[in-house]
């Protein structure tokens, strides 16, 4: 049963088809990868899923209901978490408060219990903290907790990443190449990572990779993306001896010997 | 750590401390009005001061904590003003105006609230200097709208009001607001506030509704200008439209760049370092008046955080936050990775405290 389901997905920029017509599932329960040249639209895909951008035409089902037109805020709470190529976390603040701010949609207070801040607050704050505690504690990160975000390692800070990205409890989480310069040892740990979450949460994991050693070691299943359109599908080993998907990281010619 | 720091924090530790500190400033500021241990000049210089507090820490509250750029704010103060004033010089009756003062006071912070909704709903709809140019239009709008409005005495001002506002109400409200702003930025919306600060983009997907925080900060924010402008309204007891132009609106903004974003204890310091400095600058006569633009342009490109820039005087930081390290530790207790590498220092959420 496919958890994610894209059907015949399109986005135009202006002139520029950055994605065609693309159709493609997640799996529930199995880590799939999504890969292609630089510019061949795979974080439009996620920018698409996550309702940062809007699709000019398909539809987007995440468990059968589909997504297109929510609001991103929306669809984190459906249970879609994603990270960023480019590391966005709250820099200026700490790591403890990066996990906090992703409970933000699971609060139920209202305005009576911040104004008092008498126990139904306090409780609700407590259960908070210690559950992004946890979250650091998981990840190696405790001793950070209070430190800014912005200080941390760059290997943690992309640790910490995933950390609030699973602190919003989601049942798909969507990684922006998460080995993006990593060197091999970090890779390593960073795939035992991805492993223990699938393994210990239960979550689904769609990601964008550019490193094949990575995508080889981790994933069933393998989509490649070149110029927006779909060029190739299935398991690492089918996918690396594909004639298009030589060509298209290697050039014309190279799918023909 | 100096250790006037350490007494500081252990004193605020104490549960009592707080409530002790807020009666000792309530009867202190009564005492100076009834028995008139300061002149009636300096009396209204301590008033000026609260309210500017009042106007620096609500602006603070969009452009330090939020990281948008609202550069009308003497607008809300106006809407305040006139309402309040409406109601007290037309509506209540003469003696009962002292009784009902507080009243007035909250109706004319809600009607710069609704005022801030009304700006907030379609300016926060796209991003960036937007919300700057929908600001700077509504001062003006405001402004020539109460110059058009014969009624309420147009571009000749409108008067009558009692001085309702004394020194023991001015501390009240600045304390009231300053609290209301507190447990706000220290809760779940506050969070969302300074998340949209660091990054709006990945705020919104990590699950922050983020117009609905634009909407309750903005409209927060008007609501205390407008209170402020109640009060001032009712120092002054003469007000024109005039006294809310676009220069009214620089000097919030200069107070709260000058004090430091993000920090309530930064609205206090520039509120009052400003206020007091301006009646030293009496002499320059006119040429004070350019005093607060240079002020601003300086500010921005020598220390653009402000005196307190994002830290926060532990007094202002609730007590379940201030001692976050040792509810970590709690929490961490038997488990590994604990204690932390750094040694154990005073930590607010936001940073070093």
Known sequence: ?257 | MSRAADLTTAFFARPASWPLVLTGLLLAAWLIHRYGWLNPYQQQILMYVGIHIILTASLNLVNGYMGEFAVGHAAFMAVGAYVSSLITVRLFPFQAAPLLFPLALLVGSLAAGIVGLLVAFPSFRTRGDYLAIVTLALNMIVKSAIENLEVIGGPRGFLGMQRLTTLPWVVFWVISSLWLLRNFIYANLGRGVLAIREDEVAAELLGVDTRRVKLHAFILSASLAGLAGGLFAHVVQFITPRSFDIVRSTEILVMVYLGGIGSLAGSVIGATVYTVALEWLRFLGQWRMAIAPLLLVFLMILRPTGIMGLREFVAFIPREERNLRARLEALGRGRQGWPPAGEAGRVGPHGPA
Not at chain 1, 52 to 72: E, H, K, S
Not at chain 1, 88 to 114: C, Q, S
Not at chain 1, 122 to 137: D, G, H, K, T
Not at chain 1, 144 to 158: F, I, M, N, T, V
């Open chain 1, 1 to 257: 049963m496919a958890l994610l389901e894209l059907q015949g997905v399109s986005r135009r920029f202006g002139g520029l088809q950055a994605v065609a017509d693309l159709t493609l599932q997640v799996p529930e329960g199995e880590l799939t990868a999504l890969i292609g040249p630089n510019g061949a639209g795979k974080t439009t895909v996620f920018n698409l899923i996550t309702g940062v951008y809007r699709p000019t035409g398909g539809r987007i089902l995440f468990d059968g209901q589909d997504l297109v037109g929510l609001p991103p805020a929306a669809i984190v709470q459906r249970g879609i978490a994603r990270t960023f190529q480019s590391i966005r976390l709250f820099k200026g603040l700490t790591a403890l408060e990066n996990v906090r701010i992703a409970h933000f949609a699971r609060v139920t207070y209202g305005p009576g219990a911040w104004l008092s801040r008498g126990r139904p607050f306090r409780e609700e704050e407590e259960a908070i903290l210690a559950a992004s505690y946890q979250w650091l504690e998981r990840f190696g990160l405790a001793r950070y907790a209070l430190e800014p975000a912005g200080s941390l390692p760059y290997g943690d800070q992309r640790r910490l990443e995933i950390a609030r990205a699973m602190a919003t409890r989601p049942r798909l989480l969507l990684l922006d190449e998460p080995a993006a310069g990593m060197n091999p040892a970090e890779v390593e740990a960073l795939m035992e990572l991805i492993r223990w979450l699938q393994a210990s949460f239960q979550v689904t994991i769609f990601l964008i990779e550019h490193q094949m050693r990575m995508v080889m070691g981790l994933c069933q299943v393998v989509h490649v993306l070149d110029f927006g359109r779909l060029i190739a599908s299935g398991t690492p080993d089918e996918v690396r001896r594909h004639p298009r998907v030589l060509e298209a990281y290697l050039g014309q010619g190279a799918g023909g010997s």
